[in-house]
């Protein structure tokens, strides 16, 4: 995600999925096991970037412990990001932010862990309630390259399959690792950007714009035909089906259970403002930030010199978006996107 706090200025449409899942979240906050009573309660997010979506979740979510723990057990809440997070803003968000869930909450004790979560990132036995949003459709690695486009959605045959495949990989074991650090009775709630029966995410124009921004980078000289074929997102949008497929006939994937599995229409917010206003500059702007904010890292990293400057990637990326915010003023459209929601509890032991 884009740093100095990029992110959590320009990710309102993450936001808006994440709002949709809080009823869920503090019905799992009321529902979790509290473990004994001299133990702290550990709440874990994993993926948390910049933490700015992360502030309404928790603070919904300790309202709720607060009322079943009273005001003296101590929360651990871990925010858990890639090493090259942002974590300065994270912890600014969590000591200054308005909307800081530790705010008149002298037992919260927020941490920050900076490792993959395709590892383990807290003990076994450990967290009580988890939370994972917008994160998860980040893959492990990179399958293969994509002729032609630069994200699965553009992708057909055996390259589709490649993606297929790294994607149920991943999440199995995004699910295997997060089943040893609940705790018996613990609750992982996991929002997702989805994909319909069809096959339709919602957001496949901006990508197609996106891609034909880099075709025109290669023709005008702005980066090279190699550099362009490096560039691939590492993310893969999944059915309902594909989440609830490690669950099998039993029901139980290592000793979790899926509570709840369901998926709802994200309306675009800036599409909906548009309506009102008319204004296709300011539409393409901020579908264009959102973009910038969250994919641009990604793709910077992979099409220009490693030993480009961060000047030279600013660069690059002022360009991309200036591109982009042009097509997207030429032909304004909305990003109504699906959004998944996942509720598992762990029951049982890990094999
Ligand atoms: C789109 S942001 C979501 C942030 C926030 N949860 C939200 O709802 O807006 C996805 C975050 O997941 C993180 N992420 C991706 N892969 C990860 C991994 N393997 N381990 C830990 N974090 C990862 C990214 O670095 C990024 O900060």
Known sequence: MEGKGAYNRHARLQAGGGALALPQLEEAA??????????????????????????????????????????????????????ANDFNSLFAVLDTDSDRYALDEPNIFPCAIGRSFYENVL??????????????????KIPMPIPGH????????????????????????FLALRARELRFGGR?????????????????????????????????GEIKAEERERIVLGAYVRRLSDLVAPFGTEGQFNGLIA?????????????????????????????????????????????????????????????????????????PGPLHSYVQLLVVAKVGAVP
């Open 30 to 83: 009321r529902k979790i096991e509290l473990g004994p009573s001299d133990q702290p309660v550990v709440i874990a997010d994993y993926g948390s970037s910049q933490g700015k979506n992360s502030l309404a979740p928790l603070r919904g979510a300790i309202r709720v412990l607060r009322s079943r723990l009273g005001t003296n057990r101590p929360i651990f809440t871990y925010h858990i990001d890639q090493p």
């Open 123 to 140: 003990p076994d036995n450990h967290v009580n309630l988890g939370w994972s949003s917008y994160a998860a459709v980040w893959l492990s």
């Open 150 to 173: 630069f994200m699965m959605l553009g992708s057909t045959g055996a390259v589709r399959a490649a993606f297929d495949q790294q994607g149920a990989r991943d999440w199995e074991a």
């Open 188 to 220: 992982l709630v996991i929002v997702l950007p989805g994909l319909d029966d069809r096959g339709v995410a919602g957001f496949e124009s901006i990508f197609d714009h996106a891609n034909a921004v880099l075709a025109e980078m290669v023709d005008e």
């Open 259 to 331: 509570e709840c599995c369901e998926m709802s229409v994200l309306p675009d917010a800036a599409w909906l403002s548009y309506e009102q206003h008319g204004d296709k500059e300011l539409l393409a702007a901020k579908h264009a930030s959102f973009f910038r904010a969250t994919f641009m890292p990604s793709l910077t990293q992979q099409s220009i010199e490693q030993a480009a400057s961060v000047e030279q990637q600013h660069h690059f990326a002022d360009r991309f978006e200036q591109r982009l915010k042009r097509r997207l003023a030429d032909e």
